[in-house]
């Protein structure tokens, strides 16, 4: 059975850091890629950050580009999202999701989500 | 950026009856390699992470009950509920995922009458 399991977010000044993990079990960690996905208080879905199984490729939304990074360690089946310069509309609830296969962007995997707080 | 439009952006039905949500996107999402539109569905409950329904805009995730149906091609589709249950009321996102970044609806969401 996939399992994802984010690790605890938290409240984070405005321009703080925060790295977020996301823990994987139940499937081989590296043949799939991986993405952070977040959703603000009462908002929609808003993907965030790709990385591909072996870690080479990244890709970010807009709105965290060059804020954000996403890396992955494949020995410990962790995700990682670094995420600097916070802001308030940073705020949300951060999701680790898997894809299916073969690359395709849709997510059948999801965790149970953290909630990063940017606030003073 | 690939803008995906639900409506409604709520609806109330009553238990027993259909309910239809419509998708659209801003341009095709047709991959004409696999003949495949690359539009996903999905349900959310309070609390809760969002739950895959429908993949390929017509295939059914397993475990999904048959209630749940996905149609349409290009840049318009439907996602049809036959018989609402209680169980059903929830928030429902389209999401595309043809080109970078995959992009979500707004979201529908369904009550009961």
């Known amino acids: 059975e996939v399992q994802l399991l984010e690790s605890a977010g938290g409240l984070v000044q405005p321009g703080g850091s925060l790295r977020l993990s996301c823990a994987a079990s139940?499937?081989?960690?590296?043949?799939?890629?991986m993405s952070w996905v977040r959703q603000a208080p009462g908002k929609g879905l808003e993907w965030v950050s790709t990385i591909s199984g072996g870690g080479g490729d990244t890709y970010y939304a807009d709105s965290v580009k060059g804020r954000f990074t996403i890396s992955r360690d494949n020995s410990k089946y962790t995700l990682y999202l670094q995420m600097n310069s916070l802001r308030a509309e940073d705020t949300a609830v951060y999701y680790c999701?898997?894809?299916?296969?073969?690359?395709?962007?849709?997510?059948?995997?999801w965790g149970q989500g953290t909630l990063v707080t940017v606030s003073s | 950026d690939i803008v995906m439009t639900q409506s409604p952006g709520s609806l109330a039905v009553s238990l027993g009856e259909r309910a239809t949500i419509n998708c659209k996107s801003s341009q095709s999402v047709l991959y004409s390699s696999n003949n495949k539109n690359c539009l996903a569905w999905y349900q959310q409950k309070p609390g809760q992470p969002p739950n895959l329904l429908i993949y390929?805009?017509?295939t059914r995730e397993s475990g999904v009950p048959d209630r749940f149906s996905g149609s349409g091609s290009g840049t318009d589709f439907t996602l049809t509920i036959s018989s609402l249950q209680a169980e059903d009321v929830a928030v429902y996102y389209c999401q595309q995922y043809y080109s970078n970044p995959p992009t979500f609806g707004q979201g529908t969401k369904v009550e009961i009458k």
């Open positions: 999701a898997k894809e299916l296969s073969s690359g395709w962007l849709y997510f059948p995997h």
């Open positions: 390929w805009a017509s």
């Open positions: 139940g499937f081989i960690f590296s043949s799939h890629a």
